[in-house]
């Protein structure tokens, strides 16, 4: 039976940016046996947690989906190279010029110099050691977080190399969570190239990534000449956070948009707010449409029909235009399929509430100025942590509490406890307590020296 296999190189050397890093290869079931046989390449960013589990936990367990959706005859056999990053340089090397052009997070933007490792040593290494088809038409690139953002850039800049982009939670805003000030991290492209362009957000994001953004960049796509559900798929994941477990759930969707087949849409689900204000905050609906082979992307060229039109109007991206207050219900048309949502129409909503939230940690807890519960909280005295803060309404959160990465919350025995979760409708007060820690990577370090 023939089987798929994992490769490790080891400190693979840079030049171009004087350190070295690892990589792993994916090469599929067929590749031993058929040695005449070239096969498509996806190259991913944060390369250390695309097929494990790294010191801090959690993988998108990439190499299982495509033996599935291989398995089921959805998609293609492909190599996929997962390039790790290096953690003190990560941010540096994925953020390319900024529009202010000052640097990020007081460190030097080295974005161009990455996407020339990529070009001129990674690629190139990978086309020589391994049967791939190095065309564009069969090479993608994606990544989430700052990897979404600088498979974004290196698309738009070298569309002669990669044919096929995944920007899974882009990380184009930084957005201070204290002032709600907000910062651009990257050009927005405003020409249509010739590629194929997967770019996703959760509903559950935080301070992390905005899924406002995100929409804003899908739309300034749409307008430079992308066309919804052929060369742009866009998805807003509900009750999806910023984390490995959340991008793993959702891969086998750009898998099959880039190498398989998507199939036939089945099923739409809309997703919304169930009070809109005539004033204040601005809502769009998601119309999400879930396909046979388990593809699902939100329709952002469907047609909305309201029950009562003098009410409300909403646009074919799902944007929502009340016109009086009362109430009706939507229904959503696209692909042969209808979905509904009722909605009433206030006078007023606010774009922000209040959110009070404290978190008591164990006499255990190391020295720390700062958790973090899908957002910073600062100590405000021993063992206590918190305080007030103005959110985006109806904004959700999913996370652990944290002292850091791989720093997270335990029950008192040590043992993984579920995602917390809650989401911002309304002014709101909540208190959380620690238990217990873990420390995967001092864990990891203790395994080693055994």
């Known amino acids: 039976m023939e089987i798929s296999r994992l490769i490790a190189i080891k400190e693979f050397k840079s030049r171009l940016l004087n350190n070295e890093r690892d990589m792993f290869i994916y090469l599929p079931p067929s590749y031993q046996d058929e040695a005449d046989r070239k096969y498509p390449v996806l190259y991913m960013h944060d390369g250390q947690h695309v097929f494990h589990q790294d010191q801090k936990g959690e993988s998108w367990d990439v190499h299982l989906t495509a033996d599935r959706l291989v398995a089921e005859g959805k998609m293609r056999e492909i190599i996929i190279v997962a390039i790790a990053h290096i953690e003190d340089a990560r941010i540096a090397e994925y953020m390319h010029a900024s529009p202010d052009g000052q640097d990020v997070f007081g460190m030097s933007n080295q974005g161009e110099l990455y996407e020339q490792f990529l070009l001129q040593e990674v690629k190139p290494y990978i086309d020589r050691e391994y049967r791939t088809l190095p065309d564009k038409a069969n090479t993608a690139l994606m990544g989430s977080s700052a990897g979404g953002l600088v498979s974004y850039n290196i698309g738009f800049r070298h569309p002669d190399v990669f044919g096929m982009i995944g920007a899974l939670c882009p990380f184009f805003v930084s957005t201070d969570s204290a002032t709600m000030e907000e910062r651009w991290l990257s050009k927005v492209y405003e020409q249509r190239e010739d590629l194929k362009i997967w770019m996703d957000v959760g509903d559950a994001e935080g301070y992390t990534v905005m899924e406002k953004h995100v929409r804003q960049v899908a739309n300034t796509l749409i307008d430079a000449g992308f066309k919804p559900g052929a060369d742009l798929m866009f998805h807003i994941a509900v009750g999806s956070g910023h984390s490995q477990r959340d991008w793993a759930a959702r891969v086998h969707a750009p898998l099959l948009y880039f190498f398989g087949e998507i199939g036939t849409p089945v099923r739409a689900e809309l997703h919304g707010p169930s009070i ?19 593809f699902m992307m939100t329709d952002l060229n469907g047609r909305y029909e309201p029950t009562d039109s003098a009410i409300i109007d909403v646009r074919a991206d799902g944007m929502m235009l009340p016109r009086q207050t009362g109430g009706t219900s939507i229904v959503y048309c696209g692909f042969g399929l209808t979905a509904r949502l009722d909605v009433e129409i206030v006078p007023y909503v606010s774009e ?99």
């Open 276 to 294: 809109v204000g005539l004033e204040g905050q601005q809502c769009a609906m998601n119309a999400v449409v879930h396909y046979d082979s388990g």
């Open 352 to 450: 922000k509430v209040v959110m009070e939230m404290y978190v008591e940690v164990p006499d255990n807890t190391p020295a720390t100025d700062t958790l973090y519960a899908g957002i910073a909280l600062p100590k405000l005295r021993d063992r206590l942590y918190g305080g007030t803060f103005e959110v985006p309404r109806g904004i959700a959160f999913i996370f652990r509490i944290s002292r850091g990465l791989g720093k997270h919350e335990t029950d008192a025995h040590g043992n993984e406890i579920p995602y917390r979760s809650f989401k911002a409708d309304d002014d709101l007060r909540l208190e959380y307590q620690v238990e217990n820690w873990v420390d995967i990577a001092n864990m990891s370090l203790q395994e080693g020296l055994r």
